[in-house]
């Protein structure tokens, strides 16, 4: 470094006083002239690469670059005027100039306009061509072996033509050595200037990825708490049920039940809150658009977090406007983006009451879930919608930070939006836009969410084997053992006779004794995978009428697809809604 310093202050120290046409003509012999002419020019090349050095170190633009040039071959080249023309559409334009006629003789001021070198001049290629075969060359072509910068361009006085041909060589030198030399700095700083745009974008992907990991690392613990404390409840309940004897009039063994089955739901939706953002970060998700009901889907949405309102003593509220009754968009989606919202109203209110309002605005429905809760300060309405992230004062394990997140993609996908309002203490507003189809039926109502009732059918049948067809039999393919006891027990209390095959050899065995009214096929098996039986089963002709509802976990996009493709009569997604189940397995079943 102080080498350099000593270098660079050398350099300066020798200032270049004297033109290149000086030099030349002051001494009495021509092999002088020539030696004292050649070191100028090295000195002068010197001089220029100091100055185009310090350029480099302040992150020059090209147009510092060809001015240092042209001031430098201004003063060097005395007498000449100096510009660089630099491309603009198909011609090229004077955007520098340095030189003048002044240095030839004090006696002598020509002004550089008087001698047609201007900036903004233009020139064609054609023009500068011309100039460049000129025996007294006065264009130079800026370039190097892949890029055209421009041409230098210089206008000389008839003076300073007449010094001879070895006088023209030195001065061809000088100028193409120091072009040279410009370009290279040019593309030294290209290069210094690439590498800082990489270097800066290496840094916020590198920032952004620290972020994210950071993020990720924190859902990971959210999730395993939030895994991990349902599991006990489940695993615990299941437990005192097993050490007690489950008695069914016991309210505290009713209890546990009702325990255990809420505890298995929110496992169930932490994980397809997972599966849907990444489809839809995979541009897999893929909505099932119809024509939707609004009251009853907003009905429902509240009756899915009554229990957890109940439990809080806040009521719901529900007003609908006399102009809203039907959207076209997917209801399952619709419903879980109104669940989330709710969930969230209720998670962060403890007085006063949650609610939502349903309205048309410009073409679009509006559902506005709001509560009279915590609210949310402005800092950190700018991290809510980010996936993995939850508020400050959530209340640990409770929720993943991925509902906000879901829900905001989830209304862009209908082509709408999510908008929020909220200050601390007076509460929030969170509002999704979609794009409507809307029928004239008015409906205003301000309703609690009904009270959700079950019934059990009490028939009941024992699983057996049957010798022959019966429109009531079912063919259980499925490796599980468990799994296999849960559909048994509940399709034979429904009054079906199940027959299970735990792999695809018991399988074929089951068949050759009686022809079912509907197969039950798990995807995943220990030999042969369900499709592939499926498709062996189309390709018999005995058993090609069989209808078979395939069951299994796969549950991204075109799964359900690829097993219809497979010859399946229909799809049941685990873990398997049993109201579904029954309600599949009757339709084919009754057609036997």
């Not at 109104?338 to 309205?359: C, I, M, Y």
């Not at 429905?365 to 709001?370: K, M, Q, Y």
């Not at 498709?535 to 395939?550: A, D, E, F, G, N």
Request: hydrophobic share 40%.
């Amino acid at each position: 470094m102080t080498l350099h310093l000593h270098l660079h202050q050398t350099i300066r120290g020798n200032s270049i006083s004297a033109s290149l046409r000086q030099v030349f003509t002051e001494s009495d012999s021509c092999a002088t002239n020539q030696l004292s002419a050649e070191l100028w020019i090295e000195r002068f090349l010197n001089h220029l690469n100091a100055r185009l050095l310090d350029v480099l170190n302040a992150s020059p633009t090209d147009a510092q670059f060809w001015q240092i040039l042209a001031d430098e071959l201004g003063q060097a080249l005395s007498g000449e005027v100096v510009a660089i023309a630099l491309p603009i559409d198909d011609q090229f334009e004077v955007q520098a100039v340095a030189g003048s006629m002044m240095q030839l003789s004090p006696s002598i001021s020509i002004a550089r306009h008087a001698i047609g070198l201007e900036l903004g001049q233009t020139f064609t290629v054609s023009e500068l061509q011309q100039r460049r075969q000129l025996e007294w060359q006065s264009a130079w072509e800026l370039c190097d072996r892949k890029n055209t910068y421009g041409w230098l361009v210089t206008v000389s006085s008839p003076m300073s033509t007449n010094l001879g041909a070895a006088f023209i060589q030195l001065r061809d030198q000088c100028v193409s050595r120091a072009i040279a030399q410009t370009v290279q700095y040019i593309r030294q700083g290209k290069k210094t200037e690439a590498l800082i745009e990489k270097n800066q974008t290496l840094e916020a992907e590198n920032r952004e990825l620290t972020q994210v990991n950071k993020l990720k690392s924190e859902f990971l613990a959210n999730t395993s708490h939030e895994i991990r404390t349902p599991l006990s409840s489940i695993l615990g309940f299941t437990h005192l049920l097993r050490e007690q004897g489950f008695t069914p009039s016991n309210l505290r063994h009713q209890e546990y039940l009702k325990i255990i089955l809420s505890s298995g739901q929110h496992l169930l939706a932490l994980i397809n809150d997972i599966l849907d953002l990444s489809k839809i970060e995979a541009n897999q998700l893929t909505l099932q658009q119809e024509s939707i009901e609004i009251v009853e889907v907003c009905k429902l949405a509240l009756k899915l977090v009554q229990e957890k309102a109940n439990d809080k003593g806040l009521p719901l509220k529900l007003v609908v406007a006399p102009d809203v009754s039907s959207i076209v968009a997917d209801p399952l989606r619709l419903k879980q983006m109104l669940f989330n919202l709710l969930s969230n109203a209720l998670k962060f209110t403890d007085r006063g009451s949650v609610g939502l309002e349903v309205k048309t605005v410009d073409n679009f429905v509006e559902f506005t879930v709001w509560d009279t809760g915590t609210g949310i300060s402005s800092e950190q309405q700018q991290i809510l919608f980010r996936p993995y992230t939850q508020l400050k004062n959530a209340t640990p394990g409770e929720g993943t930070g991925l509902g906000l997140a879901l829900t905001q993609k989830l209304a862009e996908l209908h082509g709408g939006w999510v908008r929020l309002e909220s200050e601390p203490d007076r509460g929030s507003r969170f509002t999704i836009a979609l794009p409507c189809t809307v029928s004239a039926s008015p409906v205003t109502e301000e309703c609690p969410t009904p009270k959700i009732e079950t019934s059990v059918p009490s028939q009941t049948a024992p699983a057996s084997r049957l010798n022959s067809p019966r429109s009531n039999h079912i063919l259980l393919v499925e490796d599980n053992p468990h799994n296999a006891r849960l559909v048994i027990t509940y399709l034979c209390k429904l009054g079906y006779e199940v027959t299970w095959s735990k792999n695809s050899e018991e399988m074929w065995q089951s068949l050759k004794q009686s022809i079912p009214a509907a197969i039950l096929m798990d995807i995943h098996l220990p030999d042969v995978d369900g499709l592939t039986l499926t498709q062996q089963l189309r390709s018999r002709k005995r058993y090609r009428s069989i209808p078979v509802i395939v069951q299994t976990a796969m549950a991204m996009k075109g799964d359900r697809e690829k097993c219809l493709a497979a010859g399946a009569a229909d799809y049941v997604s685990k873990p398997i809604d049993l109201t579904a189940l029954a309600q599949t397995v009757a339709k084919y079943s009754q057609k036997r």
